[in-house]
């Protein structure tokens, strides 16, 4: 994607929320007592953060949405701009992983709870949402075909073989060697994450789906300033 990258805005939090957009402090407060204890890896501070920078998002997108939450244009760009993503089908995944309702639309709630694994999550968390990522038809295992077609796409940036499609088939079946446990010519949950245990560089095995730690930290320094000054 070749776009320039704009900067997030600023949400000033905690604060004034001059730059949000008008949500009423009785809504800003059940929401932040709701998700302090739904999304665990954030304290309330923080949590009133990441509601704020929602909506003041959602104010500048000029979405005709904004009342049910982030399309996916929106999500994309926000992913883009915040942690350099560039694949737009992993993108679309981490989009469909957020919305846990699937009604197309991430609303705050999914928004602070996906953050919440997305920067955070336990390894055992990690290894579920990525599994969740990679699983593209959503049929319980990470087939053959969606091993390559993520390599493929992720790969892919310059091809400098006359069959680069052959060097993917040959990582597939490198992968599946490595992480097909029973041998079904597939990768179920239990495979993945045993896998994955037994060797943790193998959790982002078929294209980034996380957040790497410098735009982690740059992205929460950034999101969270104001908390830390006080």
């Not at 694949?87 to 639309?105: A, P």
């Amino acid at each position: 994607m070749r776009r320039r990258a704009r900067r997030l805005p600023r949400p000033g939090c905690p604060g004034s929320g001059e730059e949000a957009a008008a949500m009423s402090k009785k809504r800003l407060q059940q929401l932040v007592e709701s998700l302090s204890r739904s999304a665990k890896h954030f304290n309330r501070a923080e949590v009133e953060c990441l509601i704020r920078l929602f909506d003041t998002v959602m104010s500048e997108s000029h979405s005709r949405f904004a009342a049910v939450g982030f399309d996916r244009n929106v999500f994309r760009d926000t992913l883009h701009r915040a942690f350099g993503m560039t694949d737009y089908v992993l993108m679309d995944r981490v989009f469909r992983t957020f919305d846990r309702n699937n009604d197309n639309y991430i609303s705050v709630v999914e928004w602070v709870e996906g953050l919440s694994v997305f920067l955070r999550g336990t390894l055992e968390e990690r290894i579920k949402y990525c599994f969740e990522v990679y699983d593209l038809n959503g049929d319980g295992y990470i087939s053959r075909e969606e091993m390559f077609q993520m390599l493929q796409n992720s790969l892919l940036k310059q091809p400098s073989e006359e069959d680069p499609d052959e060097g993917i088939k040959d990582l597939v079946d490198i992968a599946l060697k490595k992480m097909d446990h029973d041998h079904d010519g597939k990768l179920s949950f239990a495979d993945f994450e045993e896998a994955v245990k037994n060797e943790n560089l193998l959790l982002e095995a078929f294209g980034p789906c996380l957040p790497d730690v410098k735009s982690s930290m740059a992205f929460e320094r950034r999101t969270f300033q104001e908390k830390r000054k006080q």
